[in-house]
């Protein structure tokens, strides 16, 4: 679904006083303050361009490309992320923005671009599809070697173990953000109904293809929705606004829910554990879990630490630290070019100036 389309269907959720839920986030403009009936159970870009910012200062970097796609989703995070480095004294001096229709011809063009500037840390927001295609194009322009430094969102860092090997190849030194999802018998046993199912019903599902958090986020989801419906009851269906309307495609005569309004707030103040772990919601959003640092080596990405809102970078969940952004409170990164050495971030551009 588009950014566009998700709008749509939320401006009808909204004219039928109908919950709608996400477990994606498609779009800056979509929230809870904007569209009171759309309830989005996926984390706040804002809380992940803070992760990022960490990780920016930890390092003492102090400037940062962000690479996006130019739709809501991919503007989504820059204003976010810009807010997030001016607190720890970096800048954004350029963005990088392609077409979602662009050709390879026109991404390496991009990328030539950006091998003329002076900044070499880069952040990318895609979804897989499009951030496989550009660390491919990026990897022929010679940019995962020595001295560059990369680094993706969730939109991405999510979806690693499903990325084709050829990718994750091209994508060796490689940062990334990724939803912490806390390892518990519920979710294993789960995984393993998920592929039992799967083998019993001869499904055929492209390869590479894992269940990952968005499905964990799915069908929790499904089950606040479920649990608000026991909640409710069957109070109601729905009411005409002007039942002379014989034209079921007039949005000025949309229906409209009459339990509607309860369901809402009974999602709103549903709390469980869920898959993804715990569930709960914040002005119409999953409260924010903890996030994973991950370095990609080898088949995969290697977790390298953790950020939480509480105590910043650590090693490890459930450590007594102080609130701490030091990039010694993370395990040794193998960088671009395969070094462990720390990259300065910058190189004297063609133009001789710093």
């Not at 709608?20 to 569209?35: D, H, K, V």
């Not at 880069?122 to 990897?139: E, P, T």
């Not at 030194?173 to 912490?180: A, F, N, R, S």
């Not at 390892?183 to 001869?202: A, G, Y």
Request: aromatic share 10%; proline share 4%; net charge negative.
């Amino acid at each position: 679904m588009t950014s566009m389309e998700a709008e749509f269907v939320t401006y009808l959720g909204a004219k039928a006083q109908v919950p709608i839920t996400s477990y994606s986030a498609m779009s800056y403009f979509l929230s809870f303050t904007n569209s009171p009936y759309f309830v989005l159970v996926a984390q706040d870009d804002s809380l992940q361009a803070k992760v990022i910012a960490t990780v920016v200062h930890a390092f003492g970097w102090q400037e940062v490309v962000p690479i996006y796609i130019d739709s809501e989703y991919g503007k989504g995070i820059v204003s976010y992320l810009m807010n997030s480095l001016q607190q720890v004294n970096a800048r954004i001096p350029y963005s990088s923005i392609l077409s979602a229709s662009a050709t390879d011809d026109q991404i390496l063009e991009e990328l030539f671009k950006l091998q003329t500037m002076q900044t070499r840390v880069f952040v990318v927001h895609m979804s897989a599809n499009d951030g496989s295609r550009l660390f491919s194009n990026a990897k022929k322009a010679g940019m995962l070697s020595e001295g560059y430094v990369w680094m993706v969102t969730n939109g991405l860092g999510n979806f690693l173990d499903s990325l084709d090997p050829d990718v994750i190849e091209c994508m060796q030194g490689v940062l990334g953000v990724q939803t912490y999802v806390p390892k518990t018998e519920e979710l294993e046993n789960f995984s393993n109904r998920w592929k039992l199912k799967i083998q019993e019903d001869k499904v055929h599902l492209p390869r590479n293809s894992k269940l990952n958090v968005i499905g964990f986020w799915a069908y929790d989801a499904a089950s606040a929705l479920a649990r608000a419906v026991e909640k409710v009851g069957d109070t109601g269906s729905f009411l005409s606004n002007d039942g002379n309307s014989s034209n079921s495609t007039d949005l000025d005569h949309i229906k409209v829910s009459q339990i509607g309004p309860n369901l809402l707030q009974a999602i709103l103040c549903i709390k469980f554990k869920g898959l993804a772990g715990e569930f709960g919601l914040e002005n119409g959003q999953l409260i924010s879990s903890s996030y994973q640092i991950i370095n990609v080596i080898g088949n995969s990405g290697r977790v390298i630490g953790f950020w939480t809102p509480e105590n910043g970078l650590t090693r490890g969940l459930n450590i007594d630290v102080q609130p701490n952004s030091s990039s010694r409170n993370l395990r040794t990164v193998i960088w671009p070019g395969d070094t462990s050495s720390v990259p300065k971030g910058w190189v004297i551009p063609a133009s001789g100036t710093k």
